[in-house]
């Protein structure tokens, strides 16, 4: 969703407007995503769900811990739980075990000075003892079994294995915030906190399609000059990743009136549209005429490779507006302009809080040719040596249109925009496929 305050919120030519400095035919990509990032906002519609489907979905409001957690004083061991005030401090320690406690049954009753309860892991600490000492380090030697414990001098030091009471979470504390996209180990957390359901943002709602005549579905006849429409299947998944509702609205063919169709019909169902192609300067490319009668357009050229045409905007159509992306038509372009551009606004469109993908700093295996004045993304094979030194090196060709590139890949080597050539041994930025895709 777009940001529509007036009074706050620059409209698209407002935020294009400002770049004096830059070729309006190619904006730098930082300027690109500030322009995306300055114009998006969160969409404001929350629903509530069972903790069991929200699995990646993106918490609406903070969750306040209502119990502490641990509940009560609790054993980390197998063991034998006391009092640190009855350990001789030179010598071995003789203690009366007087009874047993388990997780979910605890010792009843009073354990006086001198004296030790067997304690099994998560048991709850009876009052006064505050130490535990787990069995592998104690001695029964010389006593009679189960009747004393020898605690050798120095083994354990007081308030050891003991879990205190709101160690892990106090109650009245925030447990989870606003804007988190809940992973597994969230779940855990809140079904230990005793919360059956969550309030998480509705999904997002993306429509997609890919334009040009040339293109054919999965399963028809390849005609020549034509190819198969591999944009849908790599889109489908990164938007699936994402967690996103997804309308996939197939090819549409270099017509106006499809075109149009297609637009109103993705605009007035979903928040977002991308689509894939059409974004040219060719004569068949119709998207910027389409733009033309139905929105709002920042940019159509990004100082970038692959991707430089990308556009980004807003449409209209009977009342409801969308986000726009217009993606190249090359397989690889689609995929790192969708990475580097699309993911984060859709993120923040969901009210993600996500953080920037971290760059590593890792040595070139090889020359790398580049030109000052765009920003590259290059697919790189990041590995690590015989000396656990780590270094990278582009996967081979690099045209927008290898999609292998991308599947032999498992990193993404970024060249800045003023940078140039690379020398082996040079230290570049990469970010790991791990986490982005």
Known sequence: MMKNNATSTPSLSELTGCMSDYDPQAVPVIQAQSIIRDYITPI?????VAIRSALDRVLAADIISPINVPAHDNSAMDGFAFNARDLRPDADTVLEVIGIAHAGRGYQGAVGPGQAIRIMT???????????????FTSTANQPPGTAVTIPAGAVSAGANRRLAGEDLQAGAPALRTGRILRPADLGLLASLGIAEVPVQR???????????????????????????SNRYTLYGMLHRLGCDIIDMGVVGDDPLALEAAFRNACENADAIITSGGVSVGDADHTKQMMAQ??????????????????FGSIASNGKRAVFFGLPGNPVAVMVSFYFFARDALLHMMGA???????????????????????????????QADNRQWSVRPTGAQGSGILRSMVEANCMIVLAHEQGDVAIGEQVEIILFDGLV
Do not use: H
Request: proline share 7%; aromatic share 6%.
């Open 353 to 383: 809080q996500a953080a920037a993908l971290p760059l590593m700093r890792v040595s070139s295996a090889v020359n790398i040719r580049k030109k000052p004045g765009r920003t590259e993304y290059q697919r790189g094979i990041l590995t």
């Open 44 to 48: 404001d519609s929350i629903e509530k």
């Open 122 to 136: 998560g048991a709850l600490m009876p009052d006064g003892l505050d130490t535990v000492i787990p069995q592998e």
């Open 294 to 311: 139905l929105g709002d357009v920042a940019f159509w050229k990004i100082g970038m490779r692959p991707g430089r045409p990308l556009a």
């Open 203 to 229: 999904r997002l709602r993306v429509a997609f399609f890919s334009t040009g005549d040339e293109l054919r579905s999965v399963g028809e006849a390849l005609d020549p000059g034509c190819v198969y429409d």
